[in-house]
């Protein structure tokens, strides 16, 4: 159904861009190969050996043929150049309102996971018409996720948050596909991307079925913050971090966006970092890399204990209990 034949579906706000793109790529190739080909043939025939042509004044130099033939391919090549680049960074800047979804690749599946609570594995359900921010990352190998009807396909990396967004536009059900070769069942990790009118996510995302039966199974889990806040607790973080906590342990309100100022490695100077998902993910797996200024390097790690999605969740609940304006990742 897609409309250009042999077309994956252009069913992002991007889509249509990124093939504008395409074309022009095509369209320039295109043009030289055919005009190259000719001349090439033309040339070959016309002063071939015993053929009566003129082949005196061959030209030693010509100004004005060696600025052309500079001077013209770089104006091509600069405007394919703006072109890519203004779709570039629109890609990478995604909308301030863009809602966030966390996505897991793990062999062979994809986890996302809906900051309201519900879950899913190989189908991400989306609102039509609005933009989505897709936060990634791997619980073991890299994997690629891949739709080509929103024309987006980005690496998903073990220990790094990688982020793409796109506004789906037409409401539909389009292939999901890893795109990374990540061991026996790479070729079977996939399923669908599920793009639905808002007013059906927003019930989708509450649980109830959409198919007007109305036997929706309630499968809605708690808010990823609120279970953040549970592994706070479970894992007893809270002895330490804890509002009411006796023990002189970095609080986390409102660090989430900010600075963070940090022993130096010589162990005197202050550094200050960004407290983003990549420092409150170190801090937790590899505590004694990153120690806030004044306390003593006491926190065990918590490697191999806590899952990617858990950390995922702890992150919510830090980002919840306070954060800067302005930043992300
Ligand atoms: Cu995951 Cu290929």
Not at 51 to 74: K, N
Not at 121 to 137: D, K, Q, S, Y
Not at 227 to 241: D, I, M, T, V
Request: aromatic share 12%; charged share 20%.
């Amino acid at each position: 159904m897609s409309t250009i034949p042999f077309f994956p579906d252009q069913a992002s706000s991007l889509s249509p861009r990124i093939d504008a793109v395409f074309f022009v790529l095509m369209a320039v190739s295109v043009f030289f190969t055919i005009a190259i080909g000719f001349l090439v043939v033309f040339f070959a025939f016309r002063y071939r050996k015993g053929a009566q042509v003129d082949r005196s004044h061959a030209i030693s130099s010509s100004f004005a043929l060696e600025a052309s033939w500079i001077g013209i391919p770089l104006v091509i090549v600069l405007g394919i150049f703006a072109l890519g680049t203004q779709v570039f960074f629109e890609m990478f800047n995604p909308p301030k309102d863009a809602t966030p979804i966390y996505v897991i690749g793990k062999q062979w599946m994809w986890k996302v996971q809906h900051p309201q609570g519900r879950s899913e594995i190989n189908e991400i359900h989306l609102p039509a018409g609005r933009p989505v921010r897709l936060i990634m990352t791997s619980q073991d190998v890299i994997h690629s996720f891949y739709v080509p009807a929103f024309r987006m396909k980005q690496d998903v990396l073990p220990g790094r948050l990688t982020s793409e967004w796109f506004e789906p536009m037409k409401v539909g059900r389009y292939h999901l596909f890893c795109a990374e070769f990540c061991g026996t069942e790479h070729s079977k990790m996939g399923g669908w991307a599920v793009v639905m009118e808002p007013t059906d996510y927003e019930r989708w995302l509450k649980g109830v079925s959409t198919d007007g039966t109305g036997n929706g199974s309630s499968d809605a889990g708690p808010a990823m913050a609120v279970s953040g806040a549970r592994l706070f607790e479970k894992y007893h973080c809270s002895g330490c971090h804890g509002v009411n906590s006796e023990f002189r342990a970095p609080k986390l309100a409102g660090v989430y966006g900010g600075q963070v100022p940090i022993m130096g490695s010589n162990g005197k100077d202050v550094d200050f970092v960004l407290a983003d998902y990549k420092y409150i993910r170190d801090s937790i797996l590899l505590p004694k890399s990153q120690v806030v200024a004044g306390y003593d390097p006491v926190m065990p790690s918590y490697k191999d204990v806590l899952k990617e999605e858990e950390l995922l969740q702890l992150m919510e609940y830090i980002k919840s209990i306070g954060r800067k304006e302005g930043t992300e990742r």
